[in-house]
């Protein structure tokens, strides 16, 4: 199995061959992954395993792209992101809200 920065280098490598990084640009990319989430949503509203696999691999090739782009990867964007939420406290109640350990205080 491929390690993630592998991946994330043949994904580049595929689209410049492509030319999807020269000619496209990061706004077209990002409606891509916009129009990906789509066909994920309908995949994981029935349920089907391979087709969401497929959606959430779309989404990260337009994701690589849109990166690549803009000087950034996928793994510093998602270790900034990570950096964000780690210290975060609280939980996701029933209804599908997070609640913030500090909002549960003051209630």
């Given at each position: 199995m491929k390690t993630f920065?592998?991946?994330?280098?043949?994904?580049?490598?595929?689209?410049?061959?492509?030319?999807?990084?020269?000619?496209?640009?990061?706004?077209?990319?990002?409606?891509k992954a916009v129009s990906e989430?789509?066909?994920l949503s309908d995949a994981i509203v029935k349920r089907r395993l391979p087709e969401i696999r497929d959606g959430i691999g779309d989404v990260l090739?337009?994701?690589?792209?849109v990166a690549q782009m803009t000087g950034l990867d996928l793994r510093s964007c998602l270790e900034v992101a990570?950096?964000?939420i780690k210290d975060r406290k609280g939980y996701l109640n029933e209804s599908g809200v997070f609640i913030?350990?500090?909002?549960?205080?003051?209630?």
């Open positions: 920065e592998e991946l994330e280098k043949l994904v580049i490598q595929w689209s410049r061959d492509r030319q999807i990084l020269q000619n496209s640009t990061p706004e077209v990319q990002f409606m989430m789509g066909e090739v337009c994701l690589t792209n990570y950096n964000e913030k350990e500090s909002d549960r205080e003051s209630a």
